[in-house]
């Protein structure tokens, strides 16, 4: 089975919408999303419904929790706490209530799909040490792990190692960002992951940056979030 795994979308129409074409031409049978589907952009709307329709599996981030149930809100930086505002307002009820209703860990086909960490989900852990890594493996049972939150594509084995994805080891893989991409690549990025040949590619998407810099403006949100799209930063 193929799957495409996409993450942090962070209200980024024209990225989202890049990534569903470049999706469609890869021949996948399910769309799993790891959450943070608002925050920071200017098309809550739009990308909820867009990611509703289109995804097999949908788990929540910790953006989905701040625009639809408030929580954590004040922990955003300041841009992303206007952004967060700005989201609940544009969503409809049914909106909100689709996000915070999703699971924040979620399993099929053999791999486990959580926003931040399989370790404490809710936590919103940034896995940026060899002990916090080592323990996420101890708290998913299957091969494979996706994850987002750092908007950073990575993969990490059990060893603690950067390899090739392969059977025989147990990975997590970071799939990027689709909307805020921050490692120095403005492109969107996704993931595609073929469960019977155990083959994973990471994906990068030219998208109209410039479009959603302008929707930025047009919302009169920060203009940090409309220059950080430029530099993917």
């Known amino acids: 089975m193929r799957l495409a795994v996409i993450s942090d979308v962070h209200a980024n129409l024209q990225a989202l919408e890049a990534v569903l074409e470049a999706i469609a031409r890869q021949a996948v049978d399910a769309i799993y999303c790891l959450g943070d589907v608002v925050g920071y952009g200017p098309d809550a709307d739009a990308c909820v419904d867009l990611v509703q329709t289109h995804c097999a599996g949908v788990v929540r981030g ?7 149930l408030r929580h954590g809100l004040s ?13 609940r307002v544009q969503l409809a009820p049914r909106q909100r209530h689709y996000l915070a209703s999703r699971p924040y860990v979620l399993t099929a ?4 799909f959580v926003h931040a960490s399989p370790l404490q989900p809710e936590a919103w852990h940034r896995l940026d040490s060899a002990m916090l890594l080592r323990a996420q493996f101890q708290h998913f ?19 603690l190692g950067v ?3 392969r059977p025989g080891r147990r990975y997590l893989i ?3 960002s689709v909307g ?25 998407v030219p998208y109209d940056v410039e479009a959603t810099a302008a929707r930025i403006r047009e919302e009169n949100l920060p203009d940090t979030l ?8």
């Open 109 to 112: 086909h053999g791999c486990t």
């Open 62 to 68: 910790n953006h989905d929790d701040a625009v639809a």
């Open 174 to 176: 970071n799939v990027g």
């Open 141 to 159: 049972d299957t091969a494979v792990c996706f994850v987002g939150h750092s908007h950073v594509p990575a993969v990490v084995s059990d060893a």
């Open 180 to 204: 805020q991409p921050r490692d120095g690549d403005p492109r969107a990025a996704f993931g595609v992951f073929d469960t019977d040949t155990f083959r994973y590619d990471l994906v990068r």
């Open 75 to 87: 922990e955003l930086p300041a841009d992303g706490q206007i952004a967060a505002r700005h989201n």
């Open 226 to 233: 409309a220059e950080r799209l430029k530099r993917g930063r």
């Open 163 to 165: 390899y090739e994805v």
